[in-house]
């Protein structure tokens, strides 16, 4: 099997992705490592598996308004909603056209699938390559909003009616890390690591093509995998000095954040001026 790792890395030196929110400024084009991606040796990729990474890494390479830009279009396909496929050609931004018309490629003759499958195929993609998700306080990214939440107090992340992650500052280091428990597992969480919770995600084929070998996203915080209410690699945390982000890597259902009297709560099927996912932050004072 064949991971691509949460731990990201390669900082691109060119900062390609100047004015991008304040939460994602200071990284600038992470890349995932694909370098050992269906690579053995003395094995030559296949040309379905060359146009399958090559998706992949422009997806690592999309800044954060063409990732929402994209994700709006494609749930619109996947829904089969009029003129989606229009304006998944419409999306603004060159590295994004640059995927649009590699995923275009991929549906193209005896490989061709339904409109929906396709979409739901590119979603897939999408969510493995890039290398963050929406930002689940603040989906839209709109200044002066709070975009992170406090390592210093204990939070519950609600991902479904069962399944609940309790993320805490570590008492054993005063705090300069976080305890993330999941499904009875802890795990350390530090300053510039990231964490995957939600059921395993693992695809041995795509846009109707077989791979050789599964790829799959490194999902440290696994919860049952027969356990549907909760998605494949729903969200990501990261822990970025005192403050932790959250980000949805590709959740279906809502997931509510609750942090002393706040509560957020992130609906990914709202349906924005940017795309889908929005939240809605309340004082439980004022419940």
């Known amino acids: 099997m064949v991971h691509l790792p949460d731990t990201l890395k390669d900082k691109d030196p060119e900062g390609r992705n100047e004015g991008e929110p304040g939460f ?20 030559n990729r296949t040309e379905d598996e060359q146009l399958v990474i ?33 304006r998944l050609g419409e999306v603004r931004g060159e590295r994004a056209q640059e995927l ?14 339904k409109a929906d499958k396709f979409a739901a195929d590119c979603i897939i993609v999408l969510r493995m390559g890039f290398p963050y998700g929406k930002n689940m306080v603040n989906p839209s990214a709109e200044p002066g909003i709070r975009s992170s939440l406090s390592a210093a ?17 570590n008492p054993n280091d005063g705090g300069a890390s976080t305890i993330v428990h999941v499904d009875g597992k802890e795990y350390d969480l530090h300053s510039g690591g990231s964490i995957i919770v939600g ?33 494949r690699a729903a969200i990501l945390l990261e822990r970025r000095g005192d403050e932790i982000f959250i ?14 009297k706040i509560q957020v709560r992130y609906d990914p099927t709202m349906k924005t001026a ?13 419940l």
């Open 247 to 260: 980000f949805d890597k590709g959740s279906l259902t809502p997931v509510s954040v609750t942090q002393e």
């Open 199 to 231: 059921r395993p995600l693992e695809q041995s084929q795509l846009f109707n093509r077989s791979l050789r070998k599964p790829i799959s996203l490194e999902v440290r915080g696994k919860v049952n995998k027969f356990d549907d209410s909760v998605s």
């Open 24 to 43: 994602l400024q200071h990284l600038h084009g992470l890349r995932v490592d694909l370098t050992n991606l269906m690579c053995e040796e003395g094995v």
């Open 54 to 86: 090559g998706i992949l890494e422009d997806a690592a390479g999309l800044s954060y308004d063409e990732y929402r830009a994209l994700d709006g279009a494609l749930q619109d396909m996947r829904r089969n909603v009029p003129g989606a496929v229009q």
């Open 274 to 286: 940017n795309g889908y996912g929005g939240s809605i932050q309340v004082n439980i004072n004022d």
């Open 153 to 169: 107090t204990p939070m519950d992340i609600r991902l479904s009616s069962t399944v609940h992650a309790h993320v805490k500052p």
């Open 100 to 113: 649009v018309g590699k995923f275009l490629c991929s549906n193209d003759g005896k490989f061709a699938q």
